[in-house]
């Protein structure tokens, strides 16, 4: 895009805040999102990013997206991943390694089940959401 | 039939072991029993960081927390909260009595004792899509400063929020931007202190790598409001990720006319260079880095003139740190007003602490000021690893001072740390156990400050010397009273006598050690011991010929042959040859190797 003026600016955050949202609501697209700071990058968060796609490449699922993040704060347990799939609580799974993403794709992601052991707790309340006005 | 509840089962090693296990087992079976088995699924999680309450069970959609639960739970968990649908009230968590604490910032979760302003889109967004920043407010704050307000009225925004800096010192940022605005000149700079160099520090680093435009809007922010039109990023080499994150983050924002001339079509210019560290401690101290961002030797110098009069080249120069910068962009857009409710009224807003050390969620952590250390030790840091006793915190890296036990329940705050002899310093805060030696860490600290003194003032470069020898002696038998009256004095020449803030704190783990953990300067000064069988040359390896089968593993071990004895015997250690490695209590299966 080319340098915005003030109004590109407006129209382009209100249409990305729709994109955005909808990772909190019913019928979004999945996501999948892998913390790659220095930390989970050095526990192999890349490794888990590869296999993710690889994993949804061999089940042929095309409606998830696999996107990187900072550090999610939870250093003692990366790699972390955030799934984000329909009809599923979002969940942060940590202690993630390669044989850890099949199941995770098999189970979360196609059979909407959660995966045992890995499941770690969000680390704060979000001062972004919606009510957070208040 | 699909399933319809989530009920998440805390599977850490403090719940695990008070039953959990059991209650996963009986949730199981009472879901089956009571024909909700397929609608429901049980899982075992990681560690949810609020052992204190364990066992603790989650129930999703509904994100019901349930504490103490016992096995026998499991059924009126199933037969109330999943079938009937009501939340069992006497197993949730009180909240009452959080609300109290926790008043000031009504939206906080209750259990959740992290808040997140510095850190809310880490984590969250993708650091190198710009979109995703823009989509989270961001750049709004940019917006409002240069259409809607003026830069008088920023500042009164800053002035209202309190904020203070983060790099340590806590200084009000509202009054550095006003003294750098005051000045008359043409050209006036702009500087992000990202030299991070405390051991155990890593928020500035996580910062930038999860959301590196918070920080380049915050630096435009304070340009249009200080008249400044070119800003400095100082950070280290040793960031490769950080520094690309930013690099990206600036080609794009660049692209998009948020950095640049005229930015949004304003008329105002403003772009930001990076500028590489080679990682000395020392740059970190806002002249020494600005005469490094120059070209020259990053060496202290004497203050005034400040850097807000005169800085880079002799300009104005407003320099902040990473985790302020951060701060701004939400203070212009939420309001200074909602931004001062949160923390304390000395300290407003969070502090983003790095976690580490003997504790058993290491990691990052933004909490409000005025949190105690207890909260952040053991509600989010789940307590010390390995059921170990708590010794001490460290916060402020070598700056500041260690903590010990009876001042867990200050609330952190800028005043707070100082009055307990310690100080907020960048965040680093590190946990020490039963099995650390405070003198050791005392001398760990000072010999890094030691390293990192740039030697250009006699206190500083002498007296850290001189502290370390007497710490030496301390540790290897030689300490004499007379040494702790010793310490006092070169302390004070270094406190009032140095040039630069390394020198003037240099001595802040030494004196606050020594005033909290006496008994163990003198157990090393008058017993020659190490009661937590570190110092090497106080310990020494015996083997319990009680327990000692004769198993011979200890003498294959040992690297140096100091062990002897036949199979089956008795094995003894000869003290004069043993170097005190520890091999030999390693590798003993019948735990009959001690120090003492
Ligand atoms: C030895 C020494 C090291 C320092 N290291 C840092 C650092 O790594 N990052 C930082 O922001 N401030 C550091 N400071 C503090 C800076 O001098 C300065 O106070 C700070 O960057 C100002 O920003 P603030 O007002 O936003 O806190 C250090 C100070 C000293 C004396
Ligand atoms: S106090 Fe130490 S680090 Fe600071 S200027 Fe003096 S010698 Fe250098
Ligand atoms: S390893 Fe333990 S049991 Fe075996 S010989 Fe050494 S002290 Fe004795």
Redesign the pocket.
């Known amino acids: 895009m080319a340098k915005m003026t003030l109004a590109d600016l407006r129209a382009l955050r209100d249409a990305k805040k729709v994109d955005i949202k909808k990772r909190a609501t019913e019928g979004k697209e999945g996501r999948v999102i892998i913390g790659m700071g220095t930390c989970g990058i050095a526990s192999g968060a890349k490794v888990v990013l590869d296999e993710f796609l690889t994993q949804l490449d061999k089940y042929g699922i095309t409606n998830i997206s696999v996107t990187q993040t900072g550090c999610m704060g939870l250093c003692s347990v990366e790699p972390t991943i955030e799934v984000i799939v329909p009809d599923m609580p979002d969940i942060i799974y940590g202690n993630v390694d390669k044989a850890t993403v099949e199941t995770i794709v098999k189970e979360h992601i196609i059979g909407n089940k959660l995966v045992n052991d890995h499941i770690i707790d969000r680390p704060a309340s979000d001062i972004m959401s919606d009510d957070g006005d208040k | 039939m699909a399933i319809r509840n989530y009920i998440l089962v805390c599977g850490g090693t403090g719940c695990e072991s008070s039953h959990s296990d059991e209650i996963y087992q009986n949730l199981l079976a009472e879901a089956e029993a009571q024909g909700v088995g397929d609608e429901v699924q049980v899982v075992k999680t990681g560690c949810f960081g609020f052992c204190e309450q364990g066992p603790i069970v989650k129930i999703l959609p509904e994100d019901s927390f349930y504490v103490q639960v016992k096995p026998q739970d499991a059924k009126e968990l199933i037969s109330e909260h999943i079938i009937k649908g009501r939340q069992v009230e006497r197993l949730l968590y009180n909240i009452d009595t959080l609300k109290q604490k926790t008043a000031k910032v009504d939206d906080i979760e209750f259990y959740k004792k992290q808040y997140r302003i510095v850190l809310r889109n880490c984590g969250f967004i993708d650091p190198e899509n710009i979109d995703e920043y823009i989509a989270r407010s961001g750049y709004e704050a940019l917006e409002k400063v240069l259409f809607d307000m003026s830069p008088d009225d920023v500042i009164a925004e800053l002035k209202i929020a309190g904020l203070?800096?983060?790099?340590?010192?806590?200084?009000p940022?509202w009054m550095?931007w006003n003294f750098t605005k005051m000045q008359q000149n043409e050209i006036k700079y702009v500087a992000c202190?990202?030299?991070?160099?405390?051991p155990g520090?890593y928020m500035?680093r996580s910062t930038l790598e999860g959301d590196p435009h918070t920080v380049i809007e915050g630096m435009t922010i304070c340009g249009k409001t200080i008249g400044a039109h070119q800003g400095f990023i100082y950070i280290r080499a040793e960031y490769p990720l950080a520094i690309h994150r930013l690099e990206v983050a600036m080609a794009q924002a660049r692209e998009y006319g948020l950095l640049g001339k005229d930015i949004l079509g304003s008329g105002f210019d403003f772009d930001i260079e990076i500028r590489l560290g080679a990682g000395a401690?020392?740059c970190?101290?806002?002249t020494a880095?600005l005469q490094s961002i120059e070209g020259h030797r990053g060496t202290?110098q004497p203050r005034p003139p400040f850097p807000a009069v005169k800085g880079l080249w002799q300009k104005p120069t407003c320099?902040?740190?990473?985790?302020?910068?951060a701060n701004v962009p939400v203070i212009i857009t939420r309001g200074g007003a909602w931004f001062n409710k949160i923390g304390t009224k000395d300290s407003p807003g969070t502090k983003v602490f790095a976690l580490t050390g003997k504790v058993k969620n290491s990691g990052l952590v933004e909490v409000p000021m005025g949190t105690t250390l207890r909260e952040i030790i053991y509600d989010i840091g789940g307590g010390i690893i390995g059921g170990k006793k708590f010794k001490a915190v460290q916060t402020g890296g070598p700056?500041g001072g260690m903590i010990s036990a009876e001042n867990l329940d200050t609330p952190i705050d800028f005043g707070g740390l100082s009055a307990i002899g310690s100080m907020m310093g960048?965040g680093s805060m590190i946990v020490m156990n039963e099995d650390d030696c405070i003198v050791d860490v005392a001398k760990f600290y000072l010999n890094f400050s030691v390293d990192?003194s740039c030697g250009k003032c006699a206190p500083c470069r002498i007296g850290g010397r001189s502290l370390l020898n007497i710490l030496e002696k301390f540790t290897s038998g030689n300490g004499t009273h007379e040494d702790i009256d010793k310490i006092k004095a070169i302390s004070h020449a270094m406190q009032v006598g140095s040039l630069?803030?390394?020198g003037q704190?240099a001595p802040n783990p030494l004196l606050s050690s020594l005033k909290w953990y006496a008994d163990e300067y003198e157990a090393h000064i008058v017993d020659k011991k190490c009661p937590a069988g570190k110092c090497k040359k106080l310990i020494t390896y015996v083997i319990d010929p009680d327990k000692c089968i004769g198993c011979t593993a200890c003498a294959r071990k040992c690297p140096v042959g100091a062990i002897s004895g036949e199979v089956k015997k008795k094995h003894t250690i000869d003290a004069s040859i043993c170097i005190k490695c520890g091999a030999c209590m390693a590798s003993c299966k019948f735990d009959a190797i001690s120090v003492h």
Do not use: H, I, Y
Not at chain 2, 164 to 171: H, L, N, Q, T, V
Not at chain 2, 193 to 198: H, K, L, S, T
Not at chain 2, 319 to 325: D, F, K, P, R, Y
């Open positions: 203070r800096g983060r790099g340590g010192a806590g200084f940022t550095k202190n990202a030299d991070e160099g405390d520090a500035d401690f020392v970190g101290e806002e880095l202290p320099l902040n740190n990473v985790e302020t910068w700056s960048s990192e630069c803030a390394l704190t």
